[in-house]
């Protein structure tokens, strides 16, 4: 089992940024796919970035050059950095992150961005 502790959102102004982390309970050596998705009112869950355990990432159309997914091994964690936000970035994000048997959620963190 693996426990996912995310933090870092919050209310920002449009334009701002923020830095979401996601704390793992064990290595992330050991997971094969890193991922943030999001998830705003009546809409689906949506991937927004993925990280992979070579070093390759891959983001939506709609946050490249924005957004910027990264991990830092020594403290089990992977953050998603958020700049230039918009309205329309405001949503629950939630880590995820996958291993050779299954893949592990975190319980969201919401990110709203408003004037």
């Known amino acids: 089992q693996v426990q996912l502790v995310e933090s870092g959102g919050g209310l920002v102004q449009p334009g701002g940024s923020l830095r979401l982390s996601c704390a793992a309970s064990?290595?992330?050596?050991s997971f094969w796919y890193m991922r943030w998705y999001r998830q705003a009112p009546g809409k689906e869950r949506d991937?927004?970035?993925?990280?992979?355990?070579?070093?390759?990432?891959t983001y939506i159309d709609s946050v490249k050059g924005r957004f910027a997914i990264s991990r830092d091994s020594a403290k089990n964690t992977v953050y998603l950095q958020m700049n230039s936000l918009k309205p329309e970035d405001t949503a629950v994000y939630y880590c995820?992150?996958?291993?050779?048997?299954?893949?592990?959620w975190g319980q969201g963190t919401q990110v709203t961005v408003s004037s």
């Open positions: 064990r290595s992330i050596f």
């Open positions: 991937l927004v970035a993925a990280l992979t355990s070579s070093g390759m990432t």
């Open positions: 995820n992150v996958e291993d050779r048997q299954q893949d592990y």
